[in-house]
């Protein structure tokens, strides 16, 4: 879960996050449907019959361990005349006795009667040799109330009709899938929904209720969200506050009259006031080959549709298209355009232009490798490179009060695309260019208006994502909002009702697990040379941990300092979300001349994710992961190391994918591998590429090159975990098993981890997903990792050759 286009600018950025969430709405990020994955509730009388029935279990296994036990009390207590159970009997006599018998026999009778007494003691010891053999390999059943509601949960997660050789992840998520079809108002559903439904629940709750010991920023918040809330004022206002900003931007032609003279004046003021690109993006984040000074960044942007594909495979995507177009008539109607016919042409002139930035724009699997497309220039050289745009004044007004001038470092990425960009610029009416940064501003902010816009909204989904139109609950769409643009104001609150006190500690613990089983891996690697292998491990050691929340939010007073520029007013929502966009990017220019700062997240504490961050060296597990069914204390460890000892293997990986490994470890972007093990690993990752590149979703391929950095940390975060788990069961022994599952400890491993990504997507959604979603889809995350563990096989005794153990299996870490 990383990324390039992940930039620690401010404690504000935007978030582009990796990880599953659905897209809501065009152009304007994902809106996040992320969930607990619920342990399901069981009534009481279906609680007491599993009950029972385990207990039955467990009794008939005592009484088997007992016979066994039994059978050893015997052996040591016979009397004379008593038999053995194998019926062999045994008479014992006095000394005398015994001499005079023994005197009076044969050699072949003394021989016989040795050699008898031999295999007696032998049955005795193989049969208390077995006796301890079951006792160490069937660990006692678990029968507590929270390990028959996780088991309940498994239980009807899973589909155990299906081989799990031949399907793992079916196997896993059948009956979840059968039980969970993909709900109205959503394009996709999982766990991630599940908990993410639960955060919100608990954001809700604080946002109406808390009064008392709240800071000036969580305020804040609860103003923006009660605004977003009064539905009778934002119908009553309707367009007005659109309409009135475009006037004060000098118009739209497709609404009205527009000032033909401000192309500069009004891009520059849509960039830094409403935060658009509507050709490219400028932000300011650490200089990868300098991570200890912050830069003026700029990269392509300006598409409406998630992916250029969209646009330039025209004959495939020809109902997204129509219905894209259809979403911008309707929009431009609402805002007073008057006559379908007249706006109609208008639009899809706007459409054509973005065709023609798609066909410009470098694919994402082509910009993998992050030496090639960075490229430190002066300000004097980037005039040189995209003349359309005069760049001193256009630098000097959005970073005001901070003077640039000619010999200002500045990072591009795709120095062709800001080329080509230019001459489009240039060869582009200027009524056109005008339109088309209006547009991109309409599509940013329609949603803060009334019920209208939001049908509208819906309309395009349905089309775009297959997402069923329903009536969910406007506090949802308030509380999305809130989070995704005052998540730190509301961090403390969430922090404070729903993270322990030692959570951090724990985790931190659960880090190191980790970080060690990956090390050990590291230490057998036979593709790497010993100087690289040892500054990986400098590398490793030196990752930096942030759990839960950063530090700031948790200090009133530092908070509000943040925060201190910006106001939200009551009822006014529209007015408070553009006010949010004005002053998320000062925050982000005022880091211009400043260090980077480990208590810049670029996740709020409530979200469902995490991430490693390239020029720190940091991995980030906000707060709103750190829960079922990642991580739970009553669970067994089996499951708590699957679920989140695997997201932290992952993170952990990413540091040394195709793009992490580029990075020092002090986050610097140099070639710090010798040539030898960087050839060695572009040999192994070309395993994955291909591997990956099989798979197919309705018959569409996955992008094994586009997926790369995430299909290595899906699979060696999944080894470094099962490794991190077997060391736990070293130094503290076998844990108990959950009842009536039929699985080992190590089988539960594996299926704690594949039913974390137990989700379902609309065809749509499936598709948006394949061609911009640099994860692989959910069931590959599973299978594709599983089926390239010899470990998995071993505990779930797969034959040679099945689909979940190929003889030929992808490893990089």
Sequence with gaps: MRGRGRREAAPLPPRAGPGPVSVSRPGRGARRRRGRFPLLPIRAGAMEALRESVLHLALQMSTYKRATLDEE????????????????????????????????????????????????????????????????????????????????????????????????????????????????????????????????????????????????????????????????????????????????????????????????????????????????????????????????????????????????????????????????????????????????????????????????????????????????????????????????????????????????????????????????????????????????????????????????????????????????????????????????????????????????????????????????????????????????????????NMIGYPNFIMDPKELDKVFNDYTAVPDLYFENAMRFFNFSWRVTADQLRKAPNRDQWSMTPPMVNAYYSPTKNEIVFPAGILQAPFYTRSSPKALNFGGIGVVVGHELTHAFDDQGREYDKDGNLRPWWKNSSVEAFKQQTECMVEQYGNYSVNGEPVNGRHTLGENIADNGGLKAAYRAYQNWIKKNGAEQTLPTLGLTNNQLFFLGFAQVWCSVRTPESSHEGLITDPHSPSRFRVIGSVSNSKEFSEHFHCPPGSPMNPHHKCEVW
């Design 73 to 544: 009390d015997l052996v040591d207590s016979l009397s004379e005349g008593e038999v053995y159970p194998n019926g062999l009997q045994v008479n014992f006599r006095s000394p005398r006795s015994g001499q005079r018998c023994w005197a009076a026999r044969t050699p072949v009778e003394k021989r016989l009667v040795v050699l008898v007494a031999l295999l007696a003691a032998g049955l005795v010891a193989c049969l208390a040799a077995l006796g301890v053999q079951y006792r160490t390999r069937t660990p006692p059943v678990c029968l507590s109330e929270a390990c028959i509601s996780v088991t309940s949960s498994i239980l009807s997660s899973m589909d155990p009709t299906v081989d799990p050789c031949q399907d793992f992840f079916t196997y896993a998520c059948g009956g979840w899938i059968k039980a969970n079809p993909v709900p109205d108002g959503h394009s996709r559903w999982g766990t991630f929904s599940n908990l993410w439904e639960h955060n919100q629940a608990i954001i809700k709750h604080l946002l109406e209720n808390s009064t008392a010991s709240v800071s000036e920023a969580e305020r804040k918040a609860q103003v923006y969200y009660h605004a977003c809330m009064n539905e009778t004022r934002i119908e009553e206002l309707k367009a007005k506050p659109l309409m009135e900003l475009i006037e004060k931007l000098g118009g739209w032609n497709i609404t009205g009259p527009w000032d033909k003279d401000n192309f500069q004046d009004t891009l520059q003021v849509v960039t830094s006031h409403y935060r658009t690109s509507p050709f490219f993006s400028v932000y300011v984040s650490a200089d990868s080959k300098n991570s200890n000074s912050n830069v003026i960044q700029v990269d392509q942007s300006g598409l409406g549709l998630p992916s250029r594909d969209y646009y330039l495979n025209k004959t495939e995507n020809e109902k997204v298209l129509t219905g894209y177009l259809n979403y911008m008539v309707q929009l431009g109607k609402l805002l007073g355009g008057g006559d379908e016919d007249a706006i109609r042409p208008q639009m899809q002139q706007i459409l054509d232009f973005e065709t023609a930035l798609a066909n410009i724009t470098i694919p994402q699997e082509k910009r993998r490798d992050e030496e090639l497309i960075y490229h430190k220039v002066t300000a004097a050289e980037l005039q040189a490179l995209a003349p359309a745009i005069d760049w001193l004044p256009f630098l000097n007004t959005i970073f005001y009060p901070v003077e640039i001038n000619e010999s200002e470092p500045i990072v591009v990425y795709d120095k062709e695309y800001l080329g080509q960009v230019s001459t489009l610029i240039n060869n582009t009416d200027k009524c056109l260019l005008n339109n088309y940064m209006i547009w991109n501003l309409v599509r940013k902010t329609s949603s803060f208006l009334d019920q209208r816009f939001q049908d509208a909204d819906e309309k395009f989904m349905e089309v775009m994502y297959g997402t069923k139109k329903t009536c969910l609950p406007r506090w949802k769409f308030c509380v999305s909002d809130t989070e995704n643009n005052l998540g730190f104001a509301l961090g403390p609150m969430f922090v404070k009702a729903t993270f322990a006190e030692d959570s951090k500690s724990i985790a931190s613990e659960i880090i190191l697990e980790i970080k060690k089983a990956f090390e050990e891996s590291l230490s057998t690697l036979k593709w790497m040379d010993e100087e690289t292998r040892r500054s990986a491990k400098e590398k490793a050691d030196a990752i930096y």
